[in-house]
């Protein structure tokens, strides 16, 4: 008996030799990734430990990781089986921000001048109840079941859908949300933060202080090839520019995201290995080298913090938003932004409206129509910034819908020609969820 015991642990023990030898250089990113969404789920979104650990963190690799909470200290750590320790902090105003070995505890960060919307006028234009309005080309009983469809039922644990907020003609005419969330849990949007960033560089062409045909945008480029890369190519993603988007294994997203200080310096620093504005490639690189190009705007970088705020997200009310930043203090536009679903669906009443909200022009028409209009290469999937319907990647819904899209099934679907703005949010994509049959089946509800 004792021999075979033995022999079961000498086992276990190559196993586990085996798995932190075939992860080992994974596992800064690992440990990092479940320290930093750890951090972010129990202090920004107020979720517990267990039910991060549970839900959010629990899919191979990050399910590995071992998580630590202290609650006085405000911070996550986590570490894969003692290796490779990481840390993140929490800084009201910033979010969570994933720290390194060279950390000064005594660092000090600025933070965002936040002026919230009080407003009383019912939701979306405010935050108080929204007006009971009954639509008679509404069958809100087909509504109803449509909307019930994209949640799991009984032991099911397979759609994963925590929230789905819809929208139509500036109205709430369904919403719903999985036991333990409600209409005011944030919920971390991922890649929809790009459509955010998007957005803010929309606000500054609007203002005269950018043209997204210019090019020498960065000192970096002045004296090669990058040099003629326009605002236009990355706020398309088809810069040129090398960059490998794999979640899957240590690749340039994963570096950035979970070792590099500074993010928006991580595709600054590509060299160029194909024609601009020919070579589309899905870049959160390009994001946050946009998010560097803002920044670049103004004179202070308090200027840059309070103008995602002042001139965006506060002013159409979206009061419960955060976009977290690095450790350098530039805002994450590629990944990093939390808000409530009903917040998230404010935006895309924004861009519904041709960015107007509730009378005060946001932002020009002309950028609404240049964000859902295809770039090339992309066979009509995205625009500036904006995922797009123009090539028919949801048959059964009208090809002029375009939505912000994120990691895990976080949808902020717009569709004009039907007057709608549908949010989902969850922790799993297609074909676990098929968006193209939740869609059409509320798209069917109203005649």
Not at 151 to 176: H, M, N, P, W
Not at 188 to 215: C, D, P, R
Not at 401 to 422: A, D, T
Not at 428 to 437: A, H, I, P, R
């Amino acid at each position: 008996m004792k021999k075979i015991i033995k022999y079961s642990l000498s086992i276990v023990v190559l196993v586990l030799i085996y798995v932190v030898y075939i992860n080992y250089p994974r596992l800064n990113i690992i440990s990092g990734y479940s320290a930093k969404n750890m951090s972010s789920s129990v202090f920004l979104a107020k979720r517990s430990l267990e039910i991060t650990d549970a839900q959010d963190n629990n899919f191979s690799p990050i399910d590995i990781a071992k998580d630590e909470v202290d609650y006085e200290d405000k911070s996550a750590s986590a570490s894969v089986y003692g290796f490779m320790k990481r840390k993140a902090i929490y800084k009201e105003g910033l979010g969570s921000i994933l720290v390194d070995t060279d950390f000064d505890e005594t660092q000090q960060f600025l933070i965002p001048n936040r002026i919230k919307n009080s407003s009383n006028l019912p939701y979306p234009y405010g935050n108080s109840e929204p007006i009971d309005t009954i639509f008679n080309t509404i069958n809100y009983k087909e509504l109803d079941v449509a909307v019930s469809n994209a949640f799991d039922v009984s032991e099911e644990y397979v759609k994963k859908t925590r929230a789905v907020v819809v929208l139509y003609k500036g109205q709430l005419i369904a919403e719903k949300y999985v036991e333990g969330f409600d209409k005011n849990s944030k919920i971390l949007g991922w890649s929809m933060t790009k459509s955010i960033t998007s957005a803010v560089l929309g606000i500054l062409e609007k203002q005269g202080k950018i043209n997204v045909q210019q090019i020498n945008l960065f000192p970096e480029w002045e004296n090669d090839g990058r040099s003629k890369i326009t605002l236009n190519d990355l706020l398309h993603m088809n810069s040129g520019l090398e960059w490998d988007e794999n979640y899957n294994t240590m690749s340039d997203v994963t570096k950035m995201l979970f070792l590099d200080k500074d993010m928006t310096s991580s595709q600054l620093k590509k060299p160029l290995i194909a024609a601009p504005n020919n070579s589309w490639n899905y870049s959160s690189g390009t994001t946050n080298l946009l998010s560097g190009f803002i920044r670049n705007q103004f004179k202070t970088h308090q200027e840059y913090l309070d103008f995602w705020y002042r001139e965006l997200i506060d002013k159409i009310g979206m009061s419960s938003m955060v976009i977290e930043t690095d450790l350098n203090g530039n805002y994450v536009g590629s990944s990093y932004g939390w808000a409530t679903p009903r917040d998230w669906a404010k935006f895309g009443l924004l861009y519904l409206h041709k960015g107007n909200w509730n009378g005060e022009q946001i932002l020009n028409e002309a950028w609404v129509d240049y964000s859902a209009t295809p770039t090339n290469g992309s066979n009509g999937q995205y625009g500036a910034h904006f995922w797009l319907n123009a090539g028919g990647v949801y048959p059964n819904v009208p090809k002029d819908l375009f939505s912000c899209n994120g990691y895990q099934g976080q949808r902020v679907f717009i569709i004009p020609s039907k007057e709608l703005v549908i949010v989902r949010m969850g922790l799993t994509e297609n074909s676990d969820f098929n968006f193209d049959v939740f869609l059409s089946a509320v798209l069917l509800s109203i005649k």
